[in-house]
């Protein structure tokens, strides 16, 4: 399990079995006085005889404060299944990159960006995601600006 707080809003990834088959998941949070919020949550079934699973999961929730902006966010998450991948680069549309480390036994991995917005700003998305081994060499890639 990975967890990233951004202030009121949090992002929890997680892996769990269920009648047998894996899945992992992403749950967004919202937390207002000493209470929290379910915002969304998404889950993907996760296939061992794949090397890299990547879900890109976004979206805009309604807070349950009226007074507050919607909450923009982009989750980028997925399942590792190949061991020497050490290094995640994430670059998304405007120029922001993201690079994640992944620990020994590490499998499951995790971006998440939340912007308190309003209704007709636009959000951005990813452009590329690419891996890496200890010594640089790239493993995965994956070009989503085309798509």
Excluded: C
Excluded at 42 to 64: E, H, N
Excluded at 97 to 104: F, G, N, Q, R, W
Excluded at 128 to 142: A, D, F, N, P, V
């Amino acid at each position: 399990m990975e967890q990233q707080n951004k202030g009121q809003v949090a992002a929890v990834s997680y892996t769990l079995t269920y009648k047998n088959v894996p899945y992992a998941g992403i749950l967004m949070g919202y937390r207002q006085n000493d209470k929290w919020y379910r915002l969304s949550t998404d889950m993907m079934k996760i296939y061992r005889d794949i090397r890299v699973q990547v879900a890109d999961f976004g979206g805009t929730a309604s807070l349950p404060d009226p007074h507050q902006q919607e909450a923009k966010f982009r989750t980028i998450y997925g399942y590792i299944h190949d061991p020497n991948i050490q290094q995640i680069r994430i670059e998304y549309q405007g120029g922001r990159t993201s690079t994640l480390s992944v620990a020994k036994g590490q499998t499951i991995y995790m971006d998440n960006v939340t912007k308190m917005q309003n209704k007709k700003t636009p959000f951005e998305r990813i452009d590329r995601i690419t891996m890496y081994s200890t010594t640089g060499q790239m493993l995965y890639e994956k070009d989503y600006s085309t798509v």
